[in-house]
């Protein structure tokens, strides 16, 4: 079995990824959550509470850097990479791309470090998702760590509406927008930015 380390970006997308995962008996799941994305604190706090108490439920181990990083200094190491396209929108994927980057790279060095086989993530899940963005990404950063990426699509073959399903069925709390403030202020307030 390879011990996988899955970065995951909140609980309804972890649901059916984490179900799929663990369905295969090649792979022995770790969460991580590593999402400086996430504006405000209180809605980070929110969704990384939700995902605790999923994780919890299931019996999955969990990898939290907050205690060593806080999660003032992991947005500002997130407004940093995303600087100059940050108006761009959640559509274009140009602002989603350094994004992503910068929280593979964080899973990768941590999967490493700690003697992870390979590292993985939920967000292919969603379909405001790019799943070759994704797994090109995962990849790069792959080649640049040493680490393996597991390319997947997961919103594939039913896997959305199972996420969906199930967070229903968990009552989970569901956001309606991807987490950065500048995503929030697009589907909030219907704020035409920069395709
Ligand atoms: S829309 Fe989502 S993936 Fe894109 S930059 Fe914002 S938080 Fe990151």
Redesign the pocket.
């Known amino acids: 079995m390879k011990k996988l380390l899955l970065h995951t970006c909140c609980a309804p997308c972890s649901t059916a990824v984490i179900e799929k995962l663990s369905r295969s008996t090649d792979f022995l799941i770790t969460a991580f959550f590593f999402n400086p994305?996430?504006h405000p604190i209180t809605e980070y706090e929110r969704r990384k509470t939700e995902l605790k108490t999923y994780l919890d439920k299931m019996d999955i181990p969990y990898l939290d850097r907050d205690e060593e990083i806080l999660w003032r200094d992991q947005a500002k190491s997130w407004f940093a990479e995303?600087k100059g396209v940050e108006w761009a929108s959640?559509k274009s994927?140009q602002?989603?791309e350094p994004?992503?980057r910068l929280r593979f790279e964080t899973t990768a060095q941590q999967a490493k470090y700690r003697g992870f086989d390979v590292f993985a993530t939920t967000l292919s899940i969603s379909p405001y998702?790019d799943a070759e963005q994704i797994n090109r990404l995962g990849l790069a950063v792959a080649k640049d760590t040493d680490i393996p990426f597991l390319e997947a699509d997961f919103k594939q073959d039913g896997g959305y509406s199972r996420s969906i399903d199930l967070s229903r069925q968990e009552k989970m709390y569901r956001q309606n927008y991807?987490?950065?403030v500048?995503?929030r202020l697009e589907r909030k307030h219907y704020v035409k930015i920069r395709p």
């Open positions: 994305n996430i995303v959640e994927r602002r989603c994004c992503i998702k991807c987490g950065c500048f995503s």
